[in-house]
């Protein structure tokens, strides 16, 4: 169960594959019209949906409705999970994870719940209560008091098997020459700030410094941010619905004076080979990018979106921070003269790419998966 963002849809993807390749029939619970509608099923996944949907930001009458919607929202559930009689639940957060709980609750079903932040999100609060089993990314994400009897396991973000299965940094990184490669995404929906920052702080670098850029723009936003290249000194071209070719280099991106060349696209299709392909990203720190970044083993620079819920973009970066793999630039506070700065010390200085590669590969939890996995097969058999 899970919707609403890639954070929540592409863990719950990872586990639901690791257990198809145990000859486990999947089944995933979404919202009707929400992103997994478009994600889970070209994979080969059964989809059931049910009626419900966000409120933040919504008007009163969404709100005084509530209760109404969330009621027909687990009844649809009950019915699908009384049908198909699974033996075992899992959530991943998102809207339709609220009713799809509850009605595993009502049904007897284990449920297993997985925290993909550093900070619980409201779902994942609601249903730890009474969830068979409590998952966690990060260690320290649920407070000891904060599930009765119950204790959190730490089994890591489950990461696309291509990211988890890139070469060590050592081996991917090492005698690289040219350009600097560096990769900017704003995550599964792109992020309009970094679209802006980044050109700024790119323009700003100390001659010499070239550098060749990987830019996902999101949705509806390419001609801004060639726009912004293009300001910055930097001629970016891309095409909408053939960003990269089959191995993943700029179809047709033009050299600036300074010898820096610049991709924009509205997504990446294969964020593995784009990893794979990078030096160093830029990005934004949802618990998914944060998790990718340091399973593929690349060096960071994180700008976390500054109205995310209790801040947990922030908290999810300062787990790689912490532990030398990457640094932190609040958009609020920060500019484009303290990215630019941050990104100079980081081109001049391959030894400390390598070394916070390797740091970040060393925090990272490349088997979690399997891991998640491994218990949900536990309280199916219980």
Known sequence: MAGGTGGHIFPGLAVAESLRRRGVDVRWLGARGGMECRVVPPRGIALDVVDIAGLRGKGAGRWLAAPWRLAR????ASRLLGALRPSCAISFGGYAAG????AAKLRGIPLLVHEQNRVPGLTNRV??????????A????????GLGRKQAVTCGN??????AGLDQPATRLAGRSGPVRLLVTGGSQGARALNRLVPEALALLPAGLAVDVRHQCGRDR????RAAYRAAGMEAEARRTEPCSGNGAPIAAKAAPTGSVANVTEFIDDMAEAYGWADLVVCRAGALTVSEVAAAGLPAVFVPFPHAVDDHQTR???FLVERGAAVLMSEVTGSARQLADLLADLLRDSAKRLDMAVRARAAAAPD???RVAALCLEYAAA
Request: glycine share 8%; charged share 25%; net charge negative.
């Open 368 to 370: 979690a998966a399997d």
């Open 127 to 136: 249903l730890a209560r009474f969830a068979a089993r409590v998952l966690q």
């Open 158 to 163: 489950p990461v696309r098997r291509d990211v």
């Open 138 to 145: 990060f260690p320290g994400t649920w407070p000891s008091n």
């Open 73 to 76: 929202a687990v009844l649809q």
């Open 222 to 225: 390419e001609d801004e941010t």
């Open 316 to 318: 999810n970066a300062e």
């Open 99 to 102: 009713p799809g709980g509850l």
